[in-house]
Antibody, heavy 122, light 110 residues
């Protein structure tokens, strides 16, 4: 079955850009089967949806983060990525990549990566 | 401050039935279906209930969901020690145009 694995720096300096990659295995990222998303969880807190990208390349971002977020797909590597610019300590969180079914995104996220902690600190 | 409101904690003894509530508004729960996630300690969330009351394959029928108006509930019957986890509700919000989550409920099995 489809599995996800996040990768990227665990430490980012304030004002810099956070960059994470999610590798998809067990299926093609361009098959149209999923909405590929990023969701984060601040330490000891709840979940915050960041945005998604569909295999066609269409994206949708949380309006609260939209000005700083870019999600993209690299079909040749079967990966999708997150870039979050101008980070502050408030962006310190565990970042998850996740997938929701392409036939009905409201069904929710039933595929998750294990998460990666990103700390913003100088 | 989460858009959806959940009690921060809940508890029960093995075998009991517990319910966890999730309160929202007309723009989220009132307009769209609700999903529930279970997050065991140190792990990623897992989809537990989707479309208000549907269970993904592999989720025991001890878990059930319901929705009425702008509120939803997750019920766990026959409580087991392995059910000790954080539980989150989620719904699409038509006003914010984003997925919104509850703050999570920490379930303790006494």
């Amino acid at each position: 079955q489809v599995q996800l694995q996040e990768s990227g720096p665990g430490l980012v300096k304030p004002s810099q850009t956070l960059s994470l990659t999610c590798t998809v295995s067990g299926g093609s990222i361009s098959s149209g089967g999923y909405y590929w998303s990023w969701i984060r969880q601040h330490p000891g807190k709840g979940l915050e949806w960041i945005g998604y990208i569909y295999y066609s390349g269409s994206t949708y971002y949380n309006p609260s983060l939209k000005s700083r977020v870019t999600i993209s797909v690299d079909t040749s590597k079967n990966q999708f990525s997150l870039k979050l610019s101008s980070v502050t300590a408030a962006d310190t969180a565990v970042y998850y990549c996740a997938g929701a079914p392409g036939y009905d995104i409201l069904t929710g996220y039933y595929i998750w990566g294990q998460g990666t902690l990103v700390t913003v600190s100088s | 401050q989460s858009v959806l409101t959940q009690p921060p904690s809940a508890s029960g003894t093995p075998g009991q039935r517990v319910t966890i509530s999730c309160s929202g508004s007309s723009s989220n729960i009132g307009s769209n279906t609700v999903n529930w996630y279970q997050q065991l300690p140190g792990t990623a969330p897992k989809l537990l209930i989707y479309r208000n009351n549907q269970r993904p394959s592999g989720v025991p029928d001890r878990f059930s969901g319901s929705k009425s108006g702008t509120s939803a509930s997750l019920a766990i019957s026959g409580l087991q020690s392995e059910d000790e986890a954080d539980y989150y509700c989620a719904a699409w919000d038509d006003s914010l145009v984003a997925w919104v989550f509850g703050g999570g409920t920490k379930l303790t099995v006494l």
